[in-house]
């Protein structure tokens, strides 16, 4: 009797686990560290290549630190990072080299990531010639056609940033994280400093990207409408910790964390049948990093909280749609 054999699950190309990223706080003459303020804490994360994973939540629960902790932009205080198969988190810089050329980073504000003194000629060409992936003819021909993919006009490159729109000035930033042939790009709320007829640009110009160079995204953004329109999977964050993880029809579709719910409802109702429903509203400010409140941490805010929430953190627990809660919303 002949068994079924299924293809093997891929790899991750990113997987993080435990991670945390703390800030000390330092007080008096001495600088002594008096606390930490807890941006990122306790994160385990899987992205597998070719997708798009959406980071979603309010300002200061940690999505950029996620980012520039795995580029390495900032040194995680604990857990641990594999890139492409190897461990990369207590790597020096030195050692990292190589493996940065496989990570690159878009930025939020496109004209404060660009040089100013720099024309863009020079921006793209700097890259490559410190990592070794072109020179000469070939830089130049390497230039052009990355002002070819991302829309610029060859005859735009001796320009400074200041003479390009928003835009344009993004489209460059894109151009420079695609130089070094990456396999991982973390958009750090790429299109959130753009006007919203630009913001659609430059998501399709993502996943065009995307489709056309097998390209991985790390997708940061607060804004679930970009997120939606990009991303195959979503992490929904709240002070320092994952609250919610799935598929994007399973987080629009049926949330089971209340905070999610929370942010969908501050999401605009295209069909005016559903907008007289129930809505979760917050209410309060997020507590401070610097003290985070014990048990769930989103207890202090969530209409549905009982005792146990005060008392006992949840686990982020589920088979692909996973939900910290110790009581999730049963929707859908």
Request: charged letters at 20%; proline letters at 8%; a positive charge.
């Amino acid at each position: 009797m002949m068994t079924a054999e299924y293809p093997a699950a891929p790899e991750p190309l990113l997987r993080i686990e435990g991670l945390k990223t703390y800030y000390p706080i330092k007080r008096g003459l001495l600088s002594r560290t008096v606390g930490n303020v807890r941006a990122v804490d306790d994160i385990t994360l899987d992205l597998y290549p070719g997708e798009t994973l959406g980071l979603v939540g309010e300002s200061g629960c940690g999505k950029s630190t996620i980012g520039r902790s795995i580029i390495r932009l900032e040194n995680p205080t604990a857990g641990k990072i594999w890139f492409d198969g190897e461990e990369i988190t207590a790597s020096p810089m030195s050692a990292l080299r190589g493996e940065r050329t496989k990570m690159q980073m878009i930025f939020q504000d496109p004209y404060s990531s660009l040089n100013p003194r720099m024309r863009v000629h020079e921006l793209l060409a700097e890259p490559m010639r410190v990592h070794g992936v072109a020179a000469g003819a070939g830089l130049e021909a390497r230039i052009d056609k990355l002002l070819d993919t991302v829309g610029i006009p060859r005859s735009y490159k001796q320009r400074f940033p200041h003479e390009f729109s928003g835009g344009q000035r993004q489209r460059i930033g894109i151009a420079r994280a695609l130089s070094l042939n990456p396999k991982l790009i973390v958009c750090d709320e790429p299109v959130s400093a753009l006007d919203v007829s630009i913001q659609a640009q430059i998501l399709n110009l993502l996943k065009e990207l995307q489709q056309e160079l097998g390209l991985t995204y790390l997708f940061i953004a607060h804004g679930l409408g970009a997120v939606k329109y990009i991303s195959s999977r979503i992490a929904v964050m709240y002070l320092g910790k994952m609250v919610e993880l799935g598929t994007k029809e399973q987080i629009f579709g049926s949330p089971r964390h209340p905070y999610t719910q929370a942010l969908l409802n501050a999401y605009p109702i295209p069909d005016p049948r559903k907008r007289g429903q129930e809505r979760i509203v917050l209410q309060g400010d997020v507590p401070s990093p610097a003290a985070p409140p014990s048990g769930c941490r989103f207890h202090t805010r969530c209409p549905f909280a009982q005792v146990k929430c005060k008392e006992e953190e949840p686990l982020l627990q589920g088979t692909g749609h996973a939900a910290a809660c110790h009581y999730p919303l049963v929707t859908g």
